[in-house]
């Protein structure tokens, strides 16, 4: 600081505490409960679907549930890819994208019903809790870098 200037009117000095990268924004408290909000609504309508198939109930009679388990995936999908546009390519994208060809497989071969609704019940709860190493490696990016 020169000795005419104010401490008030100084330029800023650089902190050494200022990250050299970036990095990805935060949700904001709103986004936060409402993919809360969606993921809470996709685990109980995905429960009763996947439920009622395993007891054998008769398809009509499951719908409903079955409308809302892919409205409320697709609204997380697309909270997700709001959210970090690079997750498509990440870990957490390739196994929500892996998640859904397992339900579309479903019904391309409805005599895998049991084993394939086992499979997607590992692969959204692994998805979810993942560690974050993991659930940010990118295919395209490779492994993410994180200041301290």
Known sequence: MLPTEHPATA??????RTPARQTAAQPSATMRWLG??????????????????LLATPFVRLT???HLTIATGGFLL??????DRRWPHRGKGLLAL?????????????ALTAPLLW???????VGSH???????????????IRDR
């Open 11 to 16: 330029p800023p000095t650089p902190s050494l």
């Open 36 to 53: 809360i909000a969606a993921r809470t609504s996709h685990i109980g309508a995905a429960a009763l679907l996947f439920g009622g198939l």
């Open 64 to 66: 409903p549930w079955h």
């Open 78 to 83: 697309l909270l997700e890819w709001r959210h």
């Open 98 to 110: 892996l998640h859904l060809g397992l339900c579309l497989l479903i019904h391309w071969t409805p």
């Open 119 to 125: 499979m997607i019940l590992i692969s959204g709860s």
């Open 130 to 144: 993942m560690p974050r190493k993991f659930r940010h490696w990118s295919i395209l990016q490779g492994w993410e």
